[in-house]
């Protein structure tokens, strides 16, 4: 299986901040990388598919890049609405797996 | 509006059965790559089986041989059979549509393995 690993676990951010989390997968998988976002109680909401492909509805201040074994989601600058967890997915194998989650807190 | 609703989950013993299903509106269940993930309380994403368009079923190690993953194009329902559940196996069940990415999502429902 390949696993992925998402750093930090978790980050203290202000409204306004640029805001980096970074995914690495345990062997290449070229482009076949998408994020989530996941709120308390809430089921996990699509954001960036495919490494850099922004989902329909989604706000710009969300974006992808990577391939390979490295990919960072970035939100160039926090909103509220923002704080959340948020996971990394590889689709390139099967079992899919994701990484273990970026919890966003407000600082 | 495409639209995913989960139910069955519930409060079941050691060894005992549930059939989770998933009834979809605003699109055919048939026609698409349908997944099943689960979250354990305070825990990640694991993803548990895939039904593709054309049939086939796959399902991760830890649930092969215990869980069956079916649909019915009648009732536009996907559902996903689980048997001699584990304690393990407590989690919130989520289907969704896709296999490259999973959109959307359905809301969850929580199933709870304890005697």
């Known amino acids: 299986d390949i696993q992925m690993t998402q750093s930090p676990s978790s980050l203290s951010a202000s409204v306004g901040d640029r805001v980096t989390i970074t995914c690495r997968a345990s062997q290449s998988i070229s482009t076949y990388l998408n994020w989530y976002q996941q709120k308390p109680g809430k089921a996990p909401k699509l954001l960036i598919y495919v490494a850099s492909s922004l989902q329909s509805g989604v706000p710009s201040r969300f974006s992808g890049s990577g391939s390979g074994t490295d990919f960072t989601l970035t939100i160039s600058s926090l909103q509220p609405e923002d704080f959340a967890t948020y996971y990394c997915?590889?689709?390139?194998?099967?079992?899919?797996?994701f990484g273990q989650g970026t919890n966003v807190e407000i600082k | 509006e495409v639209q995913l609703v989960e139910s069955g989950g519930g409060l079941i013993q050691p060894g005992g059965s549930l059939r989770l299903s998933c009834a979809a509106s605003?699109?055919?269940?048939?026609?698409?790559?349908m997944s099943w993930v689960r979250q354990a309380p305070g825990k990640g994403l694991e993803w548990v089986s895939v039904?593709?368009?054309?049939?086939?079923?796959y399902y991760a190690d830890s649930v092969k041989g215990r869980f069956t993953i079916s649909r019915d194009t009648s009732k536009n329902t996907l559902y996903l059979q689980m048997n001699s559940l584990r304690a393990e196996d407590t989690a919130v069940y989520y289907c969704a549509i896709g296999w490259d990415w999973f959109d959307p999502w359905g809301q969850g429902t929580l199933v709870t393995v304890s005697s």
């Open positions: 605003g699109f055919t269940v048939s026609s698409h790559y």
């Open positions: 997915q590889q689709t390139y194998t099967t079992p899919r797996t």
């Open positions: 039904i593709y368009s054309g049939g086939s079923t």
